[in-house]
Nanobody
Framework: QMQLVESGGGVVQTGGSLRLSCAASGRAYSNYAMGWFRQAPGKEREFVAGITWGGSTTYYGDSVKGRFTISRDNAKNTVYLQMNSLKPEDTAVYYC???????????????WGQGTRVTVSS
């Protein structure tokens, strides 16, 4: 089993920035791809960003390209999501996920955190 704990959510104004963190414990974290998803009220879960186990490859959802950056520190068992130029439509609960491969589909990911809420005010 792997446990994932997100932090860093909060309320920010349009155009502001936040950095989310996801701390992993349990199974060999460095062997897993890590990703971020989000779900806004009344909407389906959306892939935000992903990063391979070594950190050499990253992948972003179209709505966040150029604004969000995913990174990981395997020495700290932590993955980050730097969110810049935030918009009201970025408001959602953000979930950290871990899995054997990097992909958009939620069912590819084996472990999930409990989520952290991000609210962008206009």
């Amino acid at each position: 089993q792997m446990q994932l704990v997100e932090s860093g959510g909060g309320v920010v104004q349009t155009g502001g920035s936040l950095r989310l963190s996801c701390a992993a414990s349990g199974r060999a974290y460095s062997n897993y791809a890590m990703g971020w998803f989000r779900q806004a009220p009344g909407k389906e879960r959306e892939f935000v960003a992903g990063i391979t186990w070594g950190g050499s490859t990253t992948y972003y959802g179209d709505s966040v390209k150029g604004r969000f950056t995913i990174s990981r520190d395997n020495a700290k068992n932590t993955v980050y999501l730097q969110m810049n130029s935030l918009k009201p439509e970025d408001t959602a609960v953000y979930y950290c996920a871990a899995g054997p491969v990097l992909g958009r589909q939620g069912d590819l990911w084996h472990y999930w955190g409990q989520g952290t809420r991000v609210t962008v005010s206009s």
